[in-house]
């Protein structure tokens, strides 16, 4: 990821006219998210409690989207870290204010990351209930156990849209359960294996 | 005589035909590690990925879902206790 531009470092430094330290935290946790230097009513709010243009206002949220980012990627944890990658000539007040700003926010930043990367649709919920089979067109009288198991699936996409819901409910005989549950102590050994190397 | 001997095989075998929905017949796993995303450049999260597969009709369907270590372990949890629940009967 590359460093900002000198150009971008000078549209940072817009956040000066900001009328309180609250402001210049808003901006920045509003400009993190996706897309939101191209979000008209987060551009015009920016350019308004600034007092700058609208092209400025977006300059600023695209630079400051950048370093956040870059943060983030990076893994810069220490305030050291953070304060290199300004440059000399760059107002100390508020260089120490963003990276304060950036430290607050880096471990949500990084978890929602994490939360929201690319995957398979995630299971969200699970529900069971065992049934008792008594009769059917084959056997008048019958005492078979038999297992419904429902899973709520989400599929959130990466890049826009909204998440969708699934449900896949399916049966499971006593013995496709216990085949199951064998095939998971499996996965538990493998599990307990890899986390002792 | 021949049905009172073959009596079991034949009940076991009407078992077998009676309706079952969305049957599972089969699970396959993997799991591995995310070293890096386009978001972070280095990260070390275990993800478990199932493929389940359900008969549905006269075809199969196969339905693809990741889980979280907590999540499947509280899945693991869950058909112990369904397990349980079955084996009272038993």
């Known amino acids: 990821m590359a460093f900002l531009t000198e150009e971008q470092f000078t549209a940072l430094q817009l956040l000066l006219k900001a009328p309180s330290k609250d402001a210049v935290r808003q901006i920045c946790t509003e400009s993190y998210p996706t897309g939101a230097f191209k979000c008209q009513s987060i551009v015009e709010k920016t350019a308004n409690a600034l007092s700058v243009s609208n092209s400025e206002a977006m300059q600023l949220l695209t630079a400051f989207h950048m370093l956040s980012h870059h943060v983030v990627y990076q893994n810069l944890t220490s305030p050291e870290q953070i304060l290199s990658i300004f440059p000399e000539s760059f107002h100390s007040n508020l260089k120490n204010l963003i990276t304060k700003i950036l430290l607050e926010n880096s471990v949500t930043w990084?978890?929602?990351?994490?939360?929201?990367?690319?995957?398979?649709?995630?299971?969200?919920?699970?529900?069971?209930?065992?049934?008792?089979?008594?009769?059917?067109?084959?056997?008048?009288?019958?005492?078979?156990?038999?297992?419904?198991?429902?899973?709520?699936?989400q599929d959130t996409?990466?890049?826009?849209?909204?998440?969708?819901?699934?449900t896949v409910t399916m049966e499971l005989s006593k013995e496709t359960l216990d085949t199951m549950i064998d095939g998971l102590g499996r996965i538990r050994d493998?599990?307990?294996?890899?986390?002792r190397k | 005589e021949n049905t009172i001997i073959h009596y079991p095989v034949l009940s076991r075998l009407a078992v077998g035909?009676?309706?079952?929905?969305?049957?599972?017949?089969?699970?396959?796993?993997?799991?591995?590690?995310?070293v890096g995303t386009s978001e972070l450049q280095k990260t070390g999260n275990i993800f478990l990925q199932l493929k389940l597969v359900i008969r549905k009709?006269?075809?199969?369907?196969?339905?693809?879902?990741?889980?979280?270590?907590?999540?499947f372990y509280n899945f693991l949890h869950e058909m112990e206790r369904a397990k349980a629940s079955m084996d009272c009967f038993s």
Request: aromatic letters at 4%; a negative charge.
């Open chain 1, 110 to 153: 990084r978890n929602e990351a994490l939360s929201s990367q690319i995957s398979l649709p995630k299971l969200v919920d699970l529900e069971w209930r065992v049934d008792m089979k008594t009769a059917s067109d084959s056997l008048s009288r019958m005492a078979v156990p038999t297992c419904l198991l429902q899973m709520k699936l």
């Open chain 1, 157 to 166: 996409p990466c890049i826009s849209g909204s998440p969708s819901e699934s």
């Open chain 1, 190 to 195: 493998q599990l307990s294996t890899v986390a």
């Open chain 2, 17 to 34: 035909q009676t309706l079952m929905v969305n049957q599972l017949v089969d699970m396959e796993w993997k799991f591995g590690v995310t």
């Open chain 2, 57 to 71: 009709g006269n075809k199969t369907e196969n339905v693809y879902m990741e889980l979280t270590l907590p999540q």
